[in-house]
């Protein structure tokens, strides 16, 4: 099976997990597993298909992807209650799922368009929609709103991976420099707090003060 099938079977699965999880913090049924699992496991995925014109999306094309995210949230269903931390272990299951998505939207968004700058902005979409989408679907802060390094990560390994490949450079060696990567600037965003400086000045003036 080549790499990339094995990078977006493992992409879909982790974010899947993510967004069970995410049904297990609302405790919800099993049907609210499910949909969360699918629509966390795809959604970055399918965003990438429909802006390169790839239709049907993945997905239909093969539907085993809607059957790893369901099995995956049947998982989660019956052994989220074993995790001490859920939200510790979703946010670092994000993590790894989108360091692995990254790479695959690179290579997906390379392989349709030839066009680096498009490889690593489907990279980036690929890796990160999935995570709004849980975070939308289930009222909670958007991981776009955290504090620490998210975007930056998948671009980073979007651009590693882009870069290496262009270079020449064996297509498993540019994915694993791609993952690493990512993981290695979200991980450390992560564990030790990095954010970039915030916007900061003076509120602006109440519309009643305006002359």
Same mark, same amino acid.
């Given at each position: 099976?080549?790499?990339?099938?094995?990078?977006?079977?493992?992409?879909?699965?982790?974010?899947?997990?993510?967004?069970?999880?995410?049904?297990?913090?609302?405790?919800?049924?099993?049907?609210?597993?499910?949909?969360?699992?699918?629509? /966390?496991? *795809?959604? #970055? =995925?399918?965003? %990438? +298909?429909?802006?390169?014109?790839?239709?049907? &999306?993945?997905?239909?094309?093969?539907?085993?992807?809607?059957?790893?995210?369901?099995?995956?949230?049947?998982?989660?269903?019956?052994?989220?209650?074993?995790?001490?931390?859920?939200?510790?272990?979703?946010?670092?299951?994000?993590?790894?799922?989108?360091?692995?998505?990254?790479?695959?939207?690179?290579?997906?968004?390379?392989?349709?368009?030839?066009?680096?700058?498009?490889?690593?902005?489907?990279?980036?979409? /690929?890796? *990160?929609? #999935? =995570?709004?989408? %849980? +975070?939308?679907?289930?009222?909670?802060?958007? &991981?776009?709103?955290?504090?620490?390094?998210?975007?930056?990560?998948?671009?980073?390994?979007?651009?590693?991976?882009?870069?290496?490949?262009?270079?020449?450079?064996?297509?498993?060696?540019?994915?694993?420099?791609?993952?690493?990567?990512?993981?290695?600037?979200?991980?450390?965003?992560?564990?030790?707090?990095?954010?970039?400086?915030?916007?900061?000045?003076?509120?602006?003036?109440?519309?009643?003060?305006?002359?």
């Amino acid at each position: 099976m080549p790499l990339f099938v094995y990078l977006d079977y493992a992409g879909v699965a982790l974010f899947a997990a993510t967004g069970a999880l995410a049904a297990s913090r609302k405790q919800l049924d099993l049907i609210g597993f499910l949909f969360f699992a699918v629509v /966390t496991g *795809t959604g #970055g =995925g399918t965003v %990438r +298909d429909i802006v390169l014109g790839r239709v049907p &999306v993945f997905w239909v094309l093969n539907p085993a992807y809607i059957v790893i995210c369901c099995a995956v949230g049947i998982l989660v269903f019956f052994t989220a209650h074993l995790v001490e931390s859920r939200y510790r272990l979703l946010i670092w299951l994000d993590a790894v799922g989108l360091s692995a998505y990254c790479v695959m939207g690179a290579a997906k968004g390379l392989a349709a368009t030839g066009s680096p700058t498009i490889g690593i902005v489907t990279g980036t979409l /690929t890796a *990160t929609f #999935g =995570g709004v989408l %849980r +975070d939308l679907l289930a009222n909670e802060p958007s &991981v776009l709103l955290r504090p620490e390094i998210y975007i930056t990560a998948a671009l980073v390994g979007a651009g590693l991976f882009t870069v290496t490949n262009s270079f020449g450079l064996p297509l498993h060696l540019a994915s694993a420099i791609g993952v690493a990567a990512a993981f290695s600037v979200r991980g450390g965003a992560l564990y030790f707090g990095w954010t970039f400086p915030t916007y900061k000045t003076k509120p602006g003036r109440h519309p009643d003060d305006v002359m």
